[in-house]
């Protein structure tokens, strides 16, 4: 699963009742007197009556006699049940615990047995069961899509009566009754399809490997594809009609990473096809790792030569890398239960990450992964933080647990024990743990079994530390000294938090690493205990801590050290560059440095600089840009922001002049977007002008900054714009354009505009599954206006949502708030309308408001100071 940390808490991942499910036992409820063995289900689509019935033959294992068979089941009504012997079976329905029970007068004897059960249920429109998709075919035609999506928690029980956990693997042999004019696809390949005398196909597909249910998968619809072929799998990128060239990046990135992991898991992908379906348009989450069947949004795998961007191409290659990952680390071994989510994601973020690095090392990934890295430790540094595994038990928990900390923080763990142990132990390990758990389930205790069987050196403190315990470690630079020829670094552990509540003690073995700058010479020490600690490092100089940034970590230096490594900054490598941007930035954010200091060390970037550190300062600005918000300081910064940023734009130039890098044009298109968002009138203007090219001739302006353009355009727009924006948007029968001319629109810094916009959210020209998407993009800009209109139109807008966003959707709106009253106004719409069911959302995300009021507060100042200080600064900058 990839889900959109853009979009924050909106990760509609389950589909819980909440109100209902906040039991303890909501997620381990099955008696263990029974597990299945098979499903063979025969599903039938009405498409006239947007309904499924479904005949299902279910083998499973008696292990203790037991006359009640129970499953997990929710809002289905079972029309017939019965045992093989013939023996009708009494229904109870337990809808507390999304439990169905099956009833028989006699005890069921130990062994195998089956149960036929019939039923049918609507197909719904929010993305989870069976649901159906309406899109615009290139002739402007609505056609219909049909989709399941039973991942993760609590989804697929919505679908068919089951045992809705991942260690219940099973077989699942499918037959669906489909349209004759629409193609069915599913895990398998299809064995054969027969019409029907109803007029209808009957399409039965090869039986699945033992696998989790929620891997479960079929797609009906009208589709295109382009296919190759790789070892013994057929991998095709499949796309809705006169789009599958559009696929073809994907379907090569899919072919480099399926090769890559075949060798890297000494496991060959054991499926005879590998399947990207793509959904037309957008929604909740990236992509879902079905086995054989991976499912994609749109502007998760398409690239459009008219409309994408690299910033496109790397998501794209990076979200299929993670998905291929997953057919490994996932679904041919699983985590044994959500409590070792990381697994599967934190493996797959760092696999990603590292395949396409592998493929691509001009993209500089793990540079770009640093951003993700921040997007944890922030999470990680606040009270409401969590261990990587966390013994989940609740539905909230569960759903939580797709976050930055599973998915990034557990990705630069494994980073820092690859590191410790190197990569050849470190992938003996991982084959070794494939080999033994092939078709099963696994807990991290195992792999760290396997890693201790084969690592050169201990990790499992380390190992330990990092996943059982939540919260990000300190390190100290005490003093450095130069003394003969090398320098003595005293360095002291302390946690770092962004809270009162997360600076509480807490002690890690930290792998730490110096060199002085410009030097290979490495030092290395695992750190453990707060006491003072000398570290040798060779040479004398300024030294950096944590070279190449792959701990994890913070560091904070005396100001003398400090002073030193700003001097040399130049000489460091562009990923410590980074790190101390970061580090400093955060630092300060949080009181541990003087925010000052941040804006002193990124006056050593220049135009010159890798576009990923401009990258850093342009989003950092743009941070303190959102935290001045309705403050009269806020011009001095904007001046500042625009000034610097507006030269880098000069440098980089508005399109790609030939031989650029691809971050290169990631950085034009954010410095467009950004400028636009400080209100800078030149750039609004220069956007403006070339808009008009672009919308009067599609085929005008293909370079990689198109979007930024449209972006910028909404952004600065007045009434007259905004209108042809989306008029644009509302005529154009391409899903990808129709949704970036809506999303352009919604950035309107205008107010007047920002409410127009949300008011359409509600009506039926917006998609429906772009509706969330719309709002969110609203409150970047308008947090309290996006609050204030979902909450005073919740009922309108929840119907838009998957039914789990009603827990999600509005404090992932109010986390975008700068001050004390967006936190209670929080707290008094969740008193009246989430309850106790979403306390753990509603507390992260009143959390991080909080933190806004703070920095704007107590730091801000910091920054005004510093601006004063420096009122000639554009002037002398690079000299
Ligand atoms: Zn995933």
Redesign the pocket.
């Known amino acids: 699963?990839?889900?959109i940390t853009a979009v924050l808490l909106l990760v509609s991942t389950a589909a819980a009742d909440f109100a209902h499910a906040r039991t303890a036992d909501g997620l381990d409820p099955l008696p263990g007197d029974t597990r299945p063995s098979r499903y063979k289900l025969l599903v039938e689509l009405d498409t006239e009556h947007s309904r499924y019935s479904t005949h299902s033959t279910i083998t499973f294992e008696v292990l203790r006699p037991t006359s009640r068979i129970v499953m997990h089941a929710r809002e289905l009504s079972i029309d017939e049940a019965q045992l093989d012997s013939g023996e009708p079976a009494r229904i109870a329905y337990d809808t507390a615990r999304q439990q169905m029970s099956f009833e028989f007068t006699r005890p069921l004897a130990r062994g195998e047995h089956q149960l036929r059960i019939a039923y049918s249920a609507p197909i719904g429109t929010s993305i989870e069961s069976l649901f159906q998709v309406s899109y615009p075919d290139p002739g402007g035609t609505q056609r219909k899509m049909y989709f399941t999506h039973l991942c993760c928690i609590a989804t697929g029980r919505r679908f068919m009566p089951l045992w809705d956990r991942p260690d219940m693997k099973a077989v699942f042999e499918l037959e669906l009754i489909v349209p004759t004019e629409l193609e069915a696809v599913s895990n398998m390949p299809v064995v054969k399809r027969e019409l029907l005398p109803s007029g209808m196909s009957r399409v039965t597909f090869q039986p699945t490997p033992r696998m989790s249910s929620y891997l479960l998968f079929f797609g009906v619809g009208a589709f295109d594809r382009v296919s190759e072929q790789v070892g013994s799998a057929r991998l095709s990128v499949l796309t809705q009609r006169g789009k599958s060239e559009h696929g073809r990046f994907a379907l090569q990135a899919s072919a480099d990473v399926l090769r890559y992991y075949n060798d890297y898991f000494q496991s060959p992908y054991p499926l005879p096809k590998l399947d990207a379906v793509t959904f037309p348009g957008a929604g909740a989450f990236g992509?879902?790792?079905n086995w054989g069947a991976m499912f994609f949004f749109e502007d998760y795998m398409l690239i459009d030569p008219a409309l994408s961007a690299d910033e496109d191409r790397q998501r794209v290659y990076q979200v299929m890398a993670?998905?291929v990952s997953?057919q490994w680390f996932?679904n041919l071994v699983t985590m044994k239960d959500w409590s070792d989510l990381w697994l599967?994601?934190g493996f797959?973020?760092w696999m990603a990450t590292n395949a396409t690095d592998h493929f691509h090392p001009e993209w500089h990934m793990w540079l770009h992964a640093s951003e993700d890295r921040e997007s944890a430790m922030r999470l990680d540094a606040r009270a409401s933080t969590h261990p990587i595994i966390r013994k989940v038990q609740t539905l909230e928990q569960a759903e939580l647990a797709f976050d930055d900390i599973t998915?990034q923080k557990g990705s630069q763990v494994i980073r820092m024990i690859e590191a410790q142990v190197g990569q050849d132990a470190f992938r003996e390990a991982i084959r070794a743990h494939m080999r033994n758990h092939a078709y099963g389930n696994a807990v991290t205790a195992d792999l760290w079994k396997e890693l201790e069987r084969v690592a050169p050196v201990p990790v499992s403190a380390i190992a330990r530390d990092f996943t059982e315990q939540g919260g990000v470690p300190l390190i100290d630079v005490v003093s450095t000294k130069c003394i003969s020829g090398s320098t003595r670094v005293l360095l002291r552990q302390g946690r770092f938090g962004l809270d009162q509540e997360s600076r509480k003690a807490r002690s890690w073995s930290v792998p730490v690493t110096a060199a002085v700058a410009g030097s290979d010479r490495i030092a290395h020490q695992v750190i453990h205990g707060a006491r003072t600690v000398p570290l040798e490092v060779p040479g004398c100089g300024a030294v950096k801590i944590n070279v190449g940034e792959t701990s994890y970590f913070r560091t904070r230096y005396d100001p003398q050290s400090f002073a030193g490594l700003e001097q040399a900054f130049e000489r460091l490598a562009p990923a410590d560059e980074l790190g101390l941007l970061n580090d400093t930035y955060s630092l300060g954010e949080a009181g541990y440095v003087n925010l000052g200091d941040y804006l002193e060390i990124a006056s050593r970037l220049t135009p010159a600089s890798d576009p990923l550190l401009s990258l850093q300062l342009v989003r950092c600005l743009l941070a303190l840009d959102r935290l001045y918000s309705g403050l009269d300081s806020q011009e001095p910064l904007r001046i500042y922001a625009r000034s610097r940023m507006s030269d880098l734009l000069a440098a980089v130039g508005w399109s790609p002049r030939g031989g650029e890098s691809a971050n290169t044009s990631i950085l034009q298109a954010t410095l467009i977007e950004g400028l636009a968002t400080l209100g800078d009138r030149a750039t609004i203007a220069e956007a403006n002008r070339r808009f008009h090219s672009i919308s009067t001739d599609s085929r005008a302006d293909t370079s990689d900054t198109r979007r930024a353009i449209i972006n910028a355009v909404g952004s600065g727009a007045d009434a007259a714009t905004f209108d042809e924006i989306t008029r644009l948007a509302r005529e154009s029968a391409n899903t990808a354009e129709k949704h970036a001319y809506y999303v352009a629109a919604a950035r309107a810094s205008d107010p007047q505009l920002a409410r127009q916009m949300l008011d359409l959210t509600v009506t039926d020209q917006i998609p429906v599954q772009l509706s969330a998407v719309l709002i969110t993009t609203v409150a970047a800009v308008h947090p309290a206006l996006a609050f204030d209109f979902v909450t005073s139109k919740f009922d309108l807008v929840s119907r838009r949502l998957e039914s789990s966003a009603r827990i999600w959707f509005v404090p992932a709106l109010a986390a975008y708030g700068v001050d004390t009253a967006a936190a209670e106004k929080l707290t008094a719409f969740a008193r009246q309308r989430i309850g106790a069911a979403g306390s753990e959302t509603v507390e992260r995300a009143r959390s991080k408001i909080l933190l806004n009021a703070e920095t704007r507060q107590r730091r801000l100042p910091q920054v005004d100071a510093w601006l004063r200080q420096h009122p000639q600064f554009p002037a002398r900058r690079y000299q």
């Open positions: 699963m990839r889900v992509a879902m790792e993670h998905e997953h996932g599967n994601e797959a973020s998915y």
